[in-house]
């Protein structure tokens, strides 16, 4: 793998996770082996090293991303700049379960959240670092509740969860984030899977498996799946973008079809 980019998410995964995973399995019976195995890939990108500083200096994203620059705050909790410099496994997968959690996000507008800002780094050739990657995932995160949540969580409210960054500044990443990117916000059926399919074939570090497994966020998704296989006549939930994309697709075939 190149030195500290994410894998571009359009590379196929690996031939085992295919025949492991069946492509008629329900999105929800994933969601925590997903959960994981997303939360590994993002935090085994994140750089700690000075080289990389020294590197960034000149470009504007990382800039604008770069968080000890927002710890000015008057009252601001401690933990955050004390916590800065940490990209340990267990810190990330808290801090990630920590937002999924109190934001109510779903594991899908994470996996879409961790496509974008792969797009995102390949655009503005900006390096995941310790001091940079809270924001972008946060800003990542958001973009991607807003485009597949019919009920997105406002910038507001998730400047409460993080208050290193205020209403005002995570409206200006948004933006330019989405500028970067070109607006790039579609996430295609073959794309999502195939995506899901590389996480599958991660090997997991052991303390974030533990990490989540302990999790109230874990929990959740645990008994969101209990419901959804209550005999109640109503089909397990697949991910909100798979059934939105799937619909796209069978629209767009129907249209090649009439004009055949």
Same mark, same amino acid.
């Given at each position: 793998?190149?030195?500290?980019?994410?894998?571009?998410?359009?590379?196929?995964?690996?031939?085992?996770?295919?025949?492991?995973?069946?492509?008629?399995?329900?999105?929800?019976?994933?969601?925590?082996?997903?959960?994981?195995?997303? =939360?590994?890939?993002?935090?085994?990108? =994140?750089? &700690?090293?000075?080289?990389?500083?020294?590197?960034?200096?000149?470009?504007?994203?990382?800039?604008?991303?770069?968080?000890?620059?927002?710890?000015?705050?008057?009252?601001?909790?401690?933990?955050?700049?004390?916590?800065?410099?940490?990209?340990?496994?267990?810190?990330?997968?808290?801090?990630?379960?920590?937002?999924?959690?109190?934001?109510?996000?779903?594991?899908?507008?994470?996996?879409?959240?961790?496509?974008?800002?792969?797009?995102?780094?390949?655009?503005?050739?900006?390096?995941?670092?310790?001091?940079?990657?809270?924001?972008?995932?946060?800003?990542?995160?958001?973009?991607?509740?807003?485009?597949?949540?019919?009920?997105?969580?406002?910038?507001?409210?998730?400047?409460?969860?993080?208050?290193?960054?205020?209403?005002?500044?995570?409206?200006?990443?948004?933006?330019?984030?989405?500028? %970067? =990117?070109?607006?790039?916000?579609?996430?295609?059926?073959?794309?999502?899977?195939?995506?899901?399919?590389?996480?599958?074939?991660?090997?997991?570090?052991?303390? =974030?498996?533990?990490?989540? &497994?302990?999790?109230?966020?874990?929990?959740?998704?645990?008994?969101?799946?209990?419901?959804?296989?209550?005999?109640?006549?109503?089909?397990?939930?697949?991910?909100?973008?798979?059934?939105?994309?799937? %619909?796209?697709?069978?629209? %767009?075939?129907?249209?090649? %079809?009439?004009?055949?």
């Amino acid at each position: 793998m190149p030195d500290d980019d994410i894998a571009d998410p359009r590379k196929s995964g690996s031939p085992t996770a295919s025949r492991n995973t069946e492509p008629t399995q329900r999105f929800s019976a994933l969601q925590h082996q997903l959960l994981c195995a997303a =939360i590994h890939f993002f935090h085994r990108h =994140i750089r &700690s090293d000075p080289e990389v500083l020294q590197r960034m200096e000149g470009n504007q994203m990382f800039r604008r991303f770069f968080e000890m620059q927002y710890h000015d705050k008057p009252g601001i909790n401690q933990i955050f700049p004390d916590s800065v410099h940490d990209c340990s496994a267990l810190h990330v997968c808290s801090f990630i379960l920590s937002i999924l959690h109190q934001g109510i996000f779903s594991v899908s507008a994470f996996i879409v959240g961790v496509i974008y800002l792969s797009r995102f780094k390949e655009s503005s050739h900006i390096t995941l670092h310790a001091v940079t990657w809270r924001p972008l995932f946060l800003t990542s995160l958001l973009l991607a509740d807003k485009m597949w949540e019919d009920k997105p969580v406002r910038n507001s409210s998730l400047a409460k969860l993080f208050p290193v960054l205020n209403n005002s500044e995570l409206n200006k990443m948004e933006s330019e984030f989405l500028t %970067q =990117i070109q607006f790039n916000v579609i996430v295609k059926p073959d794309l999502f899977c195939s995506f899901c399919e590389k996480l599958l074939a991660e090997m997991v570090d052991q303390d =974030i498996v533990r990490c989540v &497994s302990a999790s109230e966020y874990a929990e959740t998704l645990q008994a969101d799946m209990v419901d959804n296989c209550a005999p109640t006549g109503k089909p397990a939930a697949m991910g909100k973008e798979l059934m939105v994309q799937q %619909q796209m697709h069978h629209e %767009q075939q129907q249209q090649q %079809q009439q004009q055949q």
